[in-house]
Each structure stands twice: as C-alpha cells, then as structure tokens.
C-alpha cells in the first residue's frame, strides 16, 4: 500500500508531523533543532546529523513522584539543548512511545512549533539517508517556559473524574498492563488500571513498516469504536 503524504491524510493538524523529505532538506537549519528521543546506546551508534539526545524516558526531568518537573528546571534543559521559543523542533526514536512522551513535554512546557518525524528512525533508515556518530554541542539558548494547563491532567483532577459522564481515560500501554498481568517499565507501579478506562494500545494508531500515522479517517473510526470521540474529555496514560 502506498503510504499518503502527511497532507492528504486528513489530520486536523498535520503540522504535528514532519516528512522525512522536508527534515532532509532542513537538517542544516539554524532555527531546526532535531531530537533523538531513543536510548543513549542507540543515539552512540548512529543517529541523524545534527540531533541531540533526549532520552524519552528518564531525559525529561521529573518530580520525585513522577510529576512533571518546575517549568524552571525545563528552561534549562531546553536552553542545554540549544532549544529557544522561536526553534522548530524535531523529535523522532525507533519509533515508538518515547517520540511522543518528548514532543508532548515541549507542547506542555508551552513550545509552539514541535512536530514528530513521521515514520521515525526506522523510516529515515530504509530510505537509506544519511546517519552519522558525531556528536554536537549546540550553543545554550533561552527558553521561557509557559505550561499548558488545558492538556494536562493532574492526580486530583483524574480522581475527580472517575466515573464523571463524557470523561474517558484511554490506557494506551499493552493489554498485559491493562489487565495488571505485568508491570510496565520505569519505577515500581501498582497493577492494574484507573477504573473505567478503555483500552487501546498506542501502536494501533500506527500502520506498520514503516510505523506512520494512519489516515485520519481510519483513527476516527477506531478510536470512536472504543468510546474515544471529540465530544468527551479524554485523558489517556
């Protein structure tokens, strides 16, 4: 099947995503930064030019309780990256959930032009462009952090909405996760999951080889088979 380009897939905001085409041609790009969200380990063995590394998970700093970090601590990990309010940024890992767990993070901490490279790693490989081992050093730059309250969801505010009409938690780990039949990574969880959610695991948005988007109207009629529609509240985890 012939994979669509981003713009004819029918996304209401298809500028959350970025063809592999359109970064080939903006990697030397002053006001481009691209982010490497995978293991240090696979970032050491090869990653597109000129990307820094951001591991998805355990990179984005974190309260000790799991919640998200001061938006101070953020301005400084952003400006280490050479990250300011004006860069378009660029994320992109295998691909897989940590992509999202980074843009997601800019999006919160108020940056407004940050896009996830459709396909990811895997797709910019069979397409046999160009990688490399060299790591950069950006100079710092100044963020100014400005949190996104509307698209976060706090303890209290979640245990609030449990069982609250039209509010849908979406579990989007693995179905093991959901059932509570195995814990998913990072710190020791309880199993199990928030009482009422549905579940949908977050790779079903995605065709296979290479791991794209699917069309909007396909995502529409999944997620709408699982009770996830625009008229709701969702909260997903």
Known sequence: MQLLPIRDRGYAHPELLAETD??????????????????????????????????????????????????????????????SNDT????????????????????????MDVRILDGGFAKWSVENRPVTTEVVDYPPAVFVPKPQQA????????????????????DTRSLEEFEGTRAGF????????IPGAVHLEWSELFDQDPMT?????????LLGSHGITPDSEIDTY
């Not at 998200?68 to 990990?77: C, I």
């Not at 940024?89 to 800019?106: I, K, T």
């Not at 706090?154 to 245990?159: D, F, M, R």
């Open 213 to 221: 988007l699917r069309p909007a109207k396909e995502l529409q009629a």
């Open 22 to 83: 359109w970064l080939a041609g903006h990697l030397n790009d002053p006001k481009v930064r691209v982010i490497d969200a995978r293991q240090p380990e696979h970032y050491a063995a090869n990653h597109l030019p000129g990307a820094v590394n951001l591991n998805g998970f355990g990179g984005v700093p974190r309260a000790a309780n799991g919640d998200m970090a001061s938006p101070e601590e953020f301005a400084v990990l952003a400006g280490s990256l050479g990250v």
């Open 151 to 170: 698209i976060y969801c706090s303890l209290h505010q979640a245990e609030s909405a449990v069982g609250r009409p039209k509010t849908v938690f979406w």
């Open 186 to 193: 990072g710190p020791p969880v309880r199993l199990g999951r």
């Open 88 to 111: 378009t940024v660029v994320v992109y890992d295998a691909p897989g959930q940590l992509m999202g767990m980074v843009a997601w993070s800019f999006s919160y901490y108020g940056h």
